[in-house]
Nanobody, 125 residues
């Protein structure tokens, strides 16, 4: 059974750091990309970072580039999102998801088909 599970959310003050983890398991065919998305009650879900599983190449949303780093372990079954210099506007539920789309680097929600339950990240001023 295909499973995607996030962990590592929490509360932090502005300027602080958090690391999220995404465990991917049960896939017969390896996902092309594993991405991180976030959503608030006011906004639609948006892609913030993704990694191409085969090459390890990362892609970022402009608003997080230079502050967030996506990476994967050697077994390619866990993807991390290191978040530094956090801002209150980073507060959201963060989701991990997988894509089998060869063009998955575009961070489009519709390209991602298996989603985790989400983990809350709260950044206070």
């Amino acid at each position: 059974q295909e499973q995607v599970a996030e962990s590592g959310g929490g509360s932090v003050q502005a300027g602080g750091s958090l690391r999220l983890s995404c465990a991917v398991s049960g896939f017969r065919d390896s996902p092309k990309c594993v991405g991180w998305f976030r959503q608030t009650p006011e906004n639609e879900r948006e892609g913030i970072a993704t990694i191409i599983s085969y090459t390890g190449w990362p892609y970022y949303r402009a608003s997080v580039k230079g502050r967030f780093t996506i990476s994967q372990n050697d077994a390619k079954n866990t993807v991390y999102l290191e978040m530094n210099s956090l801002k209150p506007e980073d507060t959201a539920i963060y989701y991990c998801a997988t894509s089998m789309d060869i063009a998955c680097s575009g961070l489009y929600v519709a390209q991602y088909t298996n989603w985790g339950q989400g983990t809350q990240v709260t950044v206070s001023a």
